[in-house]
């Protein structure tokens, strides 16, 4: 690559950090071709990306983006996931080399923000439930107190209906 290519792809990588919430590296040395296309149709879905991408550059753009890592100790080949939400990269791979254990694919650590996170952090950050699923337990805790009240009030009604029938009918 000439100097003004590493510089456009360094100032995309920097936009792209800058956009994501959060970054997962991961070793991908020996995963076959028809792994990585699994690997990108489960990050794409979750609304993550993929890039391969060589470690200088990888390490200026994070250290101008403002994220103080040091990219080069990091063993294998390194690629990143960026996230637009906290869990969903982490939680995508973490699935993806669990449910595929033949494959080479290992986390190798991550970024939340502008924090650096080791591999068990963002093994631990995977295990979180996304937002998705944070806010749908949320309405059920919200709306778990008025669907109660709503059944003890047509209890007490069709309670009194009963009561009502019976009257009725020992009247006959």
Request: no cysteine; glycine share 6%.
């Amino acid at each position: 690559m000439r100097k003004n290519e590493k510089q456009v792809l360094k100032d995309a990588v920097v936009a792209q950090i800058k956009d994501s919430k959060a970054l997962v590296f991961a070793d991908y040395k020996g995963v076959t071709m028809k792994d990585f296309d699994k690997m990108r149709k489960a990050l794409r879905e979750s609304g993550s990306k993929w890039q391969v991408l060589k470690k200088t550059i990888l390490g200026i753009a994070l250290k101008d983006a403002g994220i103080d890592a040091d990219i080069a100790k990091l063993e294998g080949q390194v690629g990143v996931a960026f996230s637009t939400d906290e869990v969903s990269a982490a939680k995508a791979l973490a699935t993806f080399i669990k449910e595929n254990k033949e494959t080479k694919l290992a986390i190798l650590g991550g970024s939340l923000e502008s924090k650096m996170l080791s591999a068990e952090e963002v093994k631990a950050l995977a295990k979180l439930p996304s937002q998705g699923e944070m806010r749908a337990k949320l309405v059920g805790t919200l709306q778990a107190p008025i669907s109660g009240f709503v059944r003890t009030l047509s209890a007490n009604l069709s309670g009194l209906v009963r009561v009502l029938d019976a009257v009725a009918e020992s009247k006959k």
